[in-house]
Structure formats: structure tokens, C-alpha cells
């Protein structure tokens, strides 16, 4: 019999052998065609083996393949079935050992194999295996996190990175794993400046804020929000204005990412604090959420105030890189203040839908409080610790001459988290 009449032509790849086919088979391929089977009695022989009742071991020698087949309760099989391939120059031998059963030989004069073909194809089964993994664990993910919270809101299906929460998910792995990793390659380099990097980028968040805040408060005056509480669906397109303002609140988390890891690159491991990890950390998956269960409605008012702080912040940390603007540079704890102001009006307004309700979800109400309260907690120790018990300098005059501030880093220098700032004396 020529095994390669059976299995090979439609598979376009240069002899099959039997331990490859027999992979393929398990999988049912569409090539493999009842007729040529029921031609071929060997081919059926090979078909008795797959289910859940025979197990498959592939076995790779230099000198050629081997896959063993161990039969299961079916009475039509008795012994182990061997099925060998190997090469051997130009020429390709294949045995089909049936113990106690039936011995087939088949020798077939053909070109050499191009074995890279078959590894491609093997390289390829398992990514497609590794893509189902995958797939499965999303699916059970997405599944789990439907139970919790309920149907998703269908008006953001499909917007980027909103259909599956692994990519937000081992995103803020990658994060805490490159502070690990990244304080740890640093601690034996140089400091870098990143002056040109800094400013690039202190300029670009500055002006993704203004198009946050502008849009946000033109999509809420249109849409007629309810300053003390707004449901999700009333405001018709206005809604969906917010909602798209808000995916760009939610990705501007993954682009603040970059704060921590500028502190890492420049060696400023005393800002890396528990608060400012544990806000930008939590602050992307949280808005993954928000996306997806609560887009718009209530959760414009947030976004709103951040955005806000944040022109005045990254508008701070832009200037401080240049020497010159040190001067200007004497409203930096006010920033701090208007920071802790904002966690307060946040909360306030969450609240403010519990005592009069409007359809907004209330355990995201909750959810919302609680949150902001454990800012609020985290960050007043931070203030107290370094704004009450230590005097306050005129930070310009503490200023070395040349010496530069670079995202609010100097002598006395600034713990970043999201818009959060405190000055800590030295």
C-alpha cells in the first residue's frame, strides 16, 4: 500500500510520516477522505486507534520518527501497534507493525524530505494548541467576570483592548514586573537624564488632558447630564461622546505607566512608593470595568476633575525640566492640596447618587467610595508625613545653582501617582 496515496497529496507537504499523520489525525483533518480509507484497509486500521480510549506517544530519533499506539478496551485490537517512518538518504521507509494483527511494508523511492517543512508544521500545531489555551482561559475570564457584574454594555463592543480583560490584565503584570526587574538592572548603572524624553512626554499628557477635559464637559452639556446623579442611557449620543472620551481615560492609565518607569530609568527608587504603585496599578483595571459595565452616566465626573489636575500637574513637570523655570515653580503644593480636594469632591458626588438615585448602578456607587476612600486614607498619611512634620522651605531658594528639577525631582523632590504630588524635604 503507499501510505503517501492516503495521507500526503492534499497536505502539500513532502512525505508525511506516520507519527505526523497520526497527530493530524486525532485532529480529523477534512483531507483524510472515507473513501480512500475504505480503499485502503491499513488507513482504518489507523482511524481504530483515535479516541479517548488509545494514547499517542510521538517519539523523535535522529535517525527517524516513531509513534506508538496503545490500544484501549476495543476487542478488534489486541497488542500494541508500532508505526515507524525514518529516512534513510533519497529513500523513505515507512512500517506499519500490527502485533498479532497484520505486518505491511511499504518502500518508496522519492526525493529527500525537506524536513523544515514538517518542523514549520509541528511549530504551527502548537501555536494553534497554545491560541485554544488561550482562548479558553479568556473565555472562562470573561465568563467569571460576566457572573460577578452582570451584561456587559453592548454599546463598546468591541473597542480596543474592551472585549477581553487579559490584555489589561498582563499589561499591569508586565508594569510591576518591570519595576522589579527594573530597579534591580539599574542598581549598578548610571542615572539617566531623559530631559528631551520628559519634556516629549510631559507635553503630550498635558495636551491629551485638555482634549479629556474640553470633551468631557461639551459631551455632558449636551448630553443635559444631572450633576448630582446620571443614569447610563438617557442622554441618547451624548452618552456615547462620553463613553469615548473615556476609553482615552482609561488608555491614558496604561501611557501613566511610563511615570514609574522614568522614576526607575532615573534612579528616583524613593518615589516608587506604595501609593503611587498601588494607584496606577489599580486605577487601569478599575476603568477596564468602568468601560465596559458603566461607560458614561455618573462616571464623567472623575475623569472630569482629573483631567484637570493632571493639565496643571504634567504642565508643572514639563517646565521643572528646564532650569530657568525654577523660579515660576512656587505652586507646587497647592497642586497637592487640589489633589486631595479632588479625592473629596469625587466621593461626594458618588454619594450624592446613593441619596438620590437615578438607575446608576449601586454597587459600583460603593465600589467607587470605597476606592476613593483608600486614596483618601494613603494619601493623608503622606501629607501629614510631609507637609506637618517637617518645615516648609522656599523650594527655589533650596535650589543649587544649574541644578535641574525633572518631573518635579530635586533637592526636594515630588512623589507622583496619577496627578497625586507631595513635596518631601530632605
Not at 508525511?16 to 485502503?40: A, F, G, K
Not at 538518504?89 to 511499504?106: M, Q
Amino acid at each position: 500500500m503507499d501510505f503517501l496515496s492516503v495521507f500526503g497529496p492534499s497536505t502539500g507537504l513532502p512525505l508525511l510520516t506516520y507519527d505526523l499523520v497520526l497527530c493530524c489525525i486525532t485532529q480529523h483533518p477534512p483531507w483524510l477522505d472515507q473513501d480512500v480509507t475504505d480503499e485502503h484497509p491499513a488507513a482504518n486500521q489507523l482511524l481504530a486507534c483515535m479516541g479517548p480510549s488509545y494514547c499517542w506517544v510521538p517519539l523523535f530519533y535522529c535517525s527517524g520518527w516513531s509513534v506508538e499506539c496503545i490500544p484501549g478496551p476495543d476487542p478488534a485490537l489486541h497488542g500494541t501497534q508500532t508505526i515507524r517512518g525514518h529516512f534513510d538518504g533519497n529513500n523513505s521507509h515507512t512500517d506499519v507493525v500490527l502485533e498479532g494483527d497484520e505486518t505491511a511494508d511499504v518502500a518508496e523511492e522519492r526525493e529527500e524530505p525537506d524536513e523544515d517543512a514538517i518542523f514549520i508544521y509541528f511549530k504551527n500545531e502548537v501555536e494553534r494548541s497554545e491560541d485554544e489555551h488561550l482562548k479558553t482561559i479568556d473565555d472562562e475570564t470573561n465568563a467569571f467576570l460576566d457572573y460577578m457584574f452582570g451584561p456587559r454594555d453592548s454599546r463598546v463592543r468591541g473597542w480596543f483592548m474592551l472585549d477581553s480583560y487579559l490584555p489589561t490584565f498582563f499589561l499591569t503584570v508586565i508594569y510591576l514586573l518591570s519595576i522589579w526587574l527594573g530597579t534591580k538592572y539599574m542598581k549598578n548603572r548610571p542615572a539617566l537624564s531623559l530631559r528631551g524624553t520628559l519634556t516629549l512626554y510631559n507635553l503630550g499628557i498635558t495636551l491629551l488632558s485638555v482634549y479629556m477635559l474640553v470633551e468631557l464637559i461639551l459631551s455632558s452639556w449636551e448630553g443635559g447630564y444631572n450633576l448630582q446623579c446620571q443614569d447610563l442611557t438617557s442622554a441618547g449620543k451624548a452618552d456615547i461622546r462620553v463613553a469615548k472620551v473615556l476609553w482615552w481615560y482609561y488608555f491614558s492609565k496604561l501611557i501613566e505607566f511610563l511615570d514609574t518607569i522614568f522614576f526607575v530609568l532615573r534612579k528616583k527608587n524613593s518615589q516608587i512608593t506604595f501609593l503611587h504603585v498601588y494607584h496606577h496599578a489599580s486605577m487601569f483595571n478599575i476603568w477596564w470595568c468602568v468601560l465596559n459595565w458603566i461607560p458614561c452616566g455618573q462616571s464623567f465626573f472623575g475623569p472630569t476633575l482629573n483631567s484637570f489636575i493632571h493639565i496643571l500637574m504634567y504642565s508643572y513637570y514639563g517646565l521643572s525640566v528646564f532650569p530657568s523655570m525654577h523660579k515660576y515653580l512656587w505652586w507646587k503644593r497647592y497642586l497637592t492640596q487640589a489633589q486631595l480636594v479632588q479625592f473629596l469632591l469625587t466621593i461626594t458626588h458618588t454619594m450624592s447618587a446613593v441619596v438620590r438615585p437615578c438607575g446608576f448602578p449601586f454597587g459600583c456607587l460603593i465600589f467607587q467610595s470605597s476606592y476613593m476612600l483608600t486614596l483618601v486614607v494613603l494619601f493623608l498619611n503622606f501629607y501629614v508625613q510631609t507637609y506637618r512634620k517637617k518645615p516648609m522651605k522656599k523650594v527655589v531658594e533650596d535650589l543649587p545653582a544649574g541644578k535641574e528639577v525633572k518631573n518635579g525631582i530635586s533637592k526636594a523632590y515630588f512623589s507622583t501617582l496619577n496627578g497625586v504630588m507631595a513635596k518631601k524635604a530632605q
